[in-house]
């Protein structure tokens, strides 16, 4: 089994990093957008850029599908179900179908819509990409980790680190993935929750205070919800994802963040909503995620 062409639906950061890199190693017949009529023909208008290159990406609509050796879902959570629909006639029998979602729901949205057997579960971390309109720019690519959920390294898993291999993108095969996402959940829904609430740049949580203390607590919330699924997220966990944002740029902004001072709707159901929902069927209260959830909501309402 061997990846050969590439299709990509999502043209936000994640999308438009992963596209020309991969387009750039593979060449542009290999790689292409998917993307509905109305889109396509708007995205085709307009050019796009990546730290300053023309991307030159080619874009094929459902009524041009061919199976793709790998799908890889690159859009918003709110356009998830949706990008399932448009993607379908690009799913053959052999098509491996990944997702480079925030949150621990879409790789099963992606196996009720197109059987388990198609889909790589993955993690990306470390990139620092930030999109304004058509220009994306970014210093650090991070790195993807995929594996399968079950923990075994088969032919599927083969096929796609070879992949990676072959185009120089660093990764990881973590022996446990599910955690890896458990534990990205548990980052993002503190740092990015909290800087979109105070719409403030990482500074705000790097310094001791209401934000950084809120974070915290609201990242050991996901660890109680966590532990109801036999996943194990300690101390030692919040202390290494607490440490790595004090790294980051103080000046820089959540991707949450960015969403809200644009008056974007955020990802806020895939996080506090995800863990809220959890918590009530565990039967247990998160009351920080609460506040986030409610302030978030009334961010949305208020554009």
Request: aromatic share 8%.
């Amino acid at each position: 089994m061997e990846i050969k062409t590439i299709g990509i639906i999502g043209r936000g950061a994640l999308g438009i990093m992963y596209g020309k890199y991969l387009a750039d190693r593979l060449g542009s017949g290999a790689v292409f957008f998917i993307a509905d009529e109305e889109r396509a023909a708007r995205y085709r208008a307009e050019e796009t850029f990546c730290n300053g290159e023309p991307c030159g990406f080619v874009y094929r609509t459902p009524k041009e599908a061919e199976p793709v050796d790998l799908l890889v879902f690159a859009v918003k959570a709110t356009g998830l179900e949706r990008a399932i629909g448009t993607a379908r006639p690009f799913v053959g029998e052999g098509t491996l179908v990944l997702s480079v979602l925030n949150g621990i729901s879409s790789e099963q949205a992606l196996e009720e819509a197109y059987g388990a057997r198609h889909v790589i579960y993955a993690c990306v971390q470390g990139m620092d990409a930030v999109k304004e309109k058509n220009r994306l720019t970014y210093w650090h690519m991070g790195y993807i980790a995929v594996g399968n959920k079950n923990g075994e390294r088969d032919e599927r898993l083969t096929a796609v680190t070879d992949l990676l291999d072959r185009t120089g993108l660093e990764y990881k095969v973590p022996d446990d993935i599910i955690r890896m996402q458990w534990g990205k959940l548990m980052l993002n829904t503190g740092v990015n929750q909290v800087t979109a609430v105070y719409r403030a740049p990482y500074g705000k949580v790097q310094k001791e205070g209401e934000a950084r203390a809120m974070m915290i607590e609201a990242m050991k919330e996901v660890g109680r919800v966590a532990k109801t699924c036999d996943i194990e997220l300690t101390d030692e966990d919040i202390a290494y994802w607490v440490s790595l944002i004090d790294t980051l740029d103080p000046e820089g902004y959540t991707s949450m963040c960015q969403d809200v001072l644009a008056g974007r709707p955020t990802e806020v159901e895939l996080f506090a909503g995800t863990m809220l929902r959890m918590a009530r069927e565990a039967g247990i209260s998160l009351p920080v995620n609460e506040f986030l959830y409610e302030s978030l909501k009334l961010e949305e309402k208020a554009e």
